[in-house]
Nanobody
Framework: QVQLVESGGGLVQAGGSLRLSCVASGRTFSNYNMGWFRQAPEKERDFVATVSGGSIWNGGNTYYADSVKARFTISRDNAKNTVYLQMNSLKPKDTTVYYC???????????????WGQGTQVTVPS
């Protein structure tokens, strides 16, 4: 079992930055691929970014949704069991709830992830 707890959401003006954190329980964090997704009310959960698990030699590969590429950066610190999402140049359309997820398969699809956090709200007023 892996438990995930997100933090770092809040209200920020357009063009500003936020850093989301997700702390995982368990001793096998480094083996999991970690992803960030976001979901607006009554909409599907959309892929944002993912970072692969594994060793220092073959882990740490990152992938991004086109909508956030060059603005968001995903990273992980296996010593702290934490994955981050640095969000820069935020736009009103980025407003929604953000979720972190852990899975054995590196994927952009939400159903490939096994564990989910409770979500953290990000609001960028227009």
């Amino acid at each position: 079992q892996v438990q995930l707890v997100e933090s770092g959401g809040g209200l920020v003006q357009a063009g500003g930055s936020l850093r989301l954190s997700c702390v995982a329980s368990g001793r096998t964090f480094s083996n999991y691929n970690m992803g960030w997704f976001r979901q607006a009310p009554e909409k599907e959960r959309d892929f944002v970014a993912t970072v692969s698990g594994g060793s220092i030699w073959n882990g740490g590969n990152t992938y991004y949704a086109d909508s956030v590429k060059a603005r968001f950066t995903i990273s992980r610190d296996n010593a702290k069991n934490t994955v981050y999402l640095q969000m820069n140049s935020l736009k009103p359309k980025d407003t929604t709830v953000y979720y972190c997820a852990a899975g054995r398969r590196l994927s952009t699809r939400s159903y490939d992830y096994d564990y989910w956090g409770q979500g953290t709200q990000v609001t960028v007023p227009s």
